[in-house]
T-cell receptor
Framework: GNSVTQMEGPVTLSEEAFLTINCTYT??????LFWYVQYPGEGLQLLLK?????DKGSNKGFEATYRKETTSFHLEKGSVQVSDSAVYFC??????????FGAGTILRVKS | GAGVSQTPSNKVTEKGKYVELRCDPI?????LYWYRQSLGQGPEFLIY????????DSGLPNDRFFAVRPEGSVSTLKIQRTERGDSAVYLC???????????????FGPGTRLTVL
C-alpha cells in the first residue's frame, strides 16, 4: 500500500540554523511528492512538489529532491526564521486520486 | 482570486445529531476532495468528486457519512447520528482536475472543526 513516514517532532531550532525534516515513502508506481505547511491558525498550503524521480522542488528557501532509490523526499532549508514555525506535512499522490499524508512534523524556531 | 472556502468554521453538536459541512471550491476546479484530520495526525482521505459524481468514496468510514456535489461546484459533507469519534477538522480541497491527476496540485480550505459532545 501507499504510506508516508516523517520524522517525529517537535523539531526546535535557533534562528538561522539548518533544517532537515526527513520523509520516506512506500508506494506502488511513480507518485508525485509534496510538502504542505500549516501555519498556526491557518489552513494547509502547498510548499513545494516534485512529480518525477530526481526532480527538485523549491519555494521560499525550502528544497526537497525526489529520490527514487532511497524512496525519500527530505525537506531542507539553509537558514530558518521564526516565521517558519509551523507544522510540515509530507504527502504522496499516487496514480489514483487521494493524497496520502504523513503525520506531520512540528517545527519551532527560536529567536 | 478566491481560494477554497468552508462553512461553518466551527461546529459543535451533540451525539446523535445530524450535521452538514459545506465546501466552495476554487472557480473552474472540477476535482473536489474531502479529508479528515484528527488531532496530531495528517489528513486522511474521505471522498473525491470529478464533476458531479463521486469518483472514489473509499475513505468514508461508514454509511453515516455521505457527500454530494449536485451541480459540480459546491459540495456538502453530511454526517448522520454523529458520534464523539467523529470530532476532527474536516478539510476540503480542489484542483483543476484536468490532465494527469497525480500531478494536479490540491488547494485546501481552512477546514471545519467539528466537535461532538
Amino acid at each position: 500500500g501507499n504510506s508516508v513516514t516523517q520524522m517525529e517532532g517537535p523539531v526546535t531550532l535557533s534562528e538561522e540554523a539548518f533544517l532537515t525534516i526527513n520523509c520516506t515513502y512506500t508506494a506502488t508506481g511513480y507518485p508525485s511528492l509534496f510538502w504542505y505547511v500549516q501555519y498556526p491558525g491557518e489552513g494547509l498550503q502547498l510548499l513545494l512538489k516534485a512529480t518525477k524521480a530526481d526532480d527538485k522542488g523549491s519555494n521560499k528557501g525550502f528544497e526537497a529532491t525526489y529520490r527514487k532509490e532511497t524512496t525519500s523526499f527530505h525537506l531542507e532549508k539553509g537558514s530558518v526564521q521564526v516565521s517558519d514555525s509551523a507544522v510540515y506535512f509530507c504527502a504522496l499522490f499516487p496514480r489514483g486520486n487521494k493524497l496520502v499524508f504523513g503525520a506531520g512534523t512540528i517545527l519551532r524556531v527560536k529567536s | 482570486g478566491a481560494g477554497v472556502s468552508q462553512t461553518p468554521s466551527n461546529k459543535v453538536t451533540e451525539k446523535g445529531k445530524y450535521v452538514e459541512l459545506r465546501c466552495d471550491p476554487i472557480s473552474g476546479h472540477t476535482a473536489l476532495y474531502w479529508y479528515r484530520q484528527s488531532l496530531g495526525q495528517g489528513p486522511e482521505f474521505l471522498i473525491y468528486f470529478q464533476g458531479t459524481g463521486a469518483a472514489d468514496d473509499s475513505g468514508l468510514p461508514n454509511d453515516r457519512f455521505f457527500a454530494v456535489r449536485p451541480e459540480g461546484s459546491v459540495s456538502t459533507l453530511k454526517i448522520q447520528r454523529t458520534e464523539r469519534g467523529d470530532s476532527a477538522v474536516y478539510l476540503c480541497a480542489s484542483s483543476l482536475g484536468a490532465g494527469l491527476a497525480h500531478t494536479d496540485t490540491q488547494y485546501f480550505g481552512p477546514g471545519t472543526r467539528l466537535t461532538v459532545l
